[in-house]
């Protein structure tokens, strides 16, 4: 089993940035995929981006491509998404997710086991 924690959200203005972090429980997060999902009131989850097991590979949706990026530190069993020119769309709960996922996969839900318990982003215009 693996326990997924999420921090740094808030709250921030239109063209702002923050970086959230998601720290595993365990180090056997190095042999899994990281991604980020986001929810808005009265939406779907939504896949922000992904990072393969080694970081080798990241993956981003259209909305964020350019001013979000992965990484991770296996060392630290923490993944970070750094989010530059925050618009008011980008306001969710962001929830970080580990699983297998492989090519093709990283996109979706189904392709992840473990999920934390999501941290508010909140961007105002």
């Known amino acids: 089993q693996v326990q997924l924690v999420e921090s740094g959200g808030g709250m921030v203005q239109a063209g702002g940035s923050l970086r959230l972090s998601c720290t595993a429980s365990?180090?056997?997060?190095?042999?899994?995929?990281i991604a980020w999902f986001r929810q808005a009131p009265g939406k779907d989850r939504e896949f922000v981006a992904a990072?393969?097991?080694?970081?080798?590979?990241?993956y981003y949706s259209d909305s964020v491509k350019g001013r979000f990026t992965i990484t991770r530190d296996n060392a630290k069993n923490t993944v970070y998404l750094q989010m530059n020119s925050l618009k008011p769309e980008d306001t969710a709960v962001y929830y970080c997710?580990?699983?297998?996922?492989?090519?093709?996969?990283?996109?979706?839900?189904?392709?992840?086991?473990?999920w934390g318990q999501g941290t508010q982003v909140t961007v105002s215009s």
């Open positions: 990072i393969n097991w080694s970081g080798g590979s990241t």
């Open positions: 997710a580990a699983g297998r996922a492989y090519r093709g996969s990283y996109y979706y839900e189904t392709a992840y086991d473990y």
């Open positions: 365990r180090r056997t997060i190095s042999i899994y995929a």
